[in-house]
């Protein structure tokens, strides 16, 4: 039975290890967090997996993975979206329109959602793709900071860094530079780590910028394969760009 006992730890110190890595890399409130899996092993750690972990790989999983929309399927949220026509099913319908491609489609969809219900923030999610799509950022830029005005924590950290690329799109490159400082505070995504670098040697300050370069390369090399594997263009940009300075 002492095997057993012994397993059963290494289990759940493994578990624990894993948690408290993943809530260093993505949470904003990780303090709270690495507090909780500290003082109640492994209790805190299987809390943070079902919390916190499990919603954000589903939401990763099905943004990447979803079942591709058959025309069946598309007409038949287009009929519901017609007959029923609340917000969430104009919902529906444009985030399967955007899954097709169909842009404009997509647009006019998420719009009909926000006309019905203008807190309905998958509405402005989707809206907001589409412009960037189109690359028409100022308008993308406006439905970014409607997200992150009703909840700062949207889509764990995708909201706020598209905020920041529409900002570097603009042009916007001091305000950019103070976005993805606070934002790699709380969500350290190799974009953004990436991004904050090229704002920093925009604004002449080429040794933080190199610094940041080189902390984006250990986090993907201390990490587990799968996400530096992922994330391996911006590893790629990172080395190119280090070299540079």
């Not at 309905?120 to 308008?139: D, V």
Request: charged content about 25%; glycine content about 6%; overall charge positive.
């Amino acid at each position: 039975m002492l095997w057993i006992s012994w397993f059963l730890y290494l289990a759940s110190a493994v578990i624990t290890v894993a948690m408290l890595i993943d809530c260093m890399r993505h949470e904003a409130e990780k303090g709270i967090w690495v507090l909780v899996m500290l003082l109640l092993p492994p209790l805190g750690a299987v809390a943070y997996f079902f919390a916190r972990f499990l919603p954000r790989a589903s939401h990763s999983a099905n943004g990447m993975t979803g079942k591709r929309i058959s025309r069946q399927d598309l007409r038949r949220l287009e009929i519901a979206a017609e007959q029923i026509g609340n917000s969430y099913q104009w919902v529906q319908l444009g985030e399967a329109q955007l899954q097709r491609r169909n842009i404009s489609g997509a647009e006019d969809s998420f719009r009909k959602a926000i006309e019905r219900d203008e807190k309905n923030l998958p509405a402005w999610w989707g809206l907001s793709e589409c412009l960037e799509k189109q690359k028409q950022w100022q308008e993308a830029l406006d439905c970014y900071n409607f997200i992150l005005e009703q909840d700062p924590d949207y889509k764990f950290g995708d909201v706020s860094l598209a905020r920041g690329r529409a900002l570097m799109e603009l042009g916007e490159y001091a305000a950019a530079l103070t976005h993805f400082q606070r934002h790699v505070s709380r969500w350290r995504q190799p974009e953004g780590l990436y991004r904050l670098a090229v704002c920093l040697q925009y604004n002449g300050d080429s040794l933080q910028a190199a610094e940041t370069l080189r902390s984006l390369l250990m986090d993907l090399e201390a990490g587990p394969q799968s996400i530096a594997r992922k994330n391996s263009a911006w590893r790629k940009r990172a080395r190119g760009m280090l070299r540079e300075l």
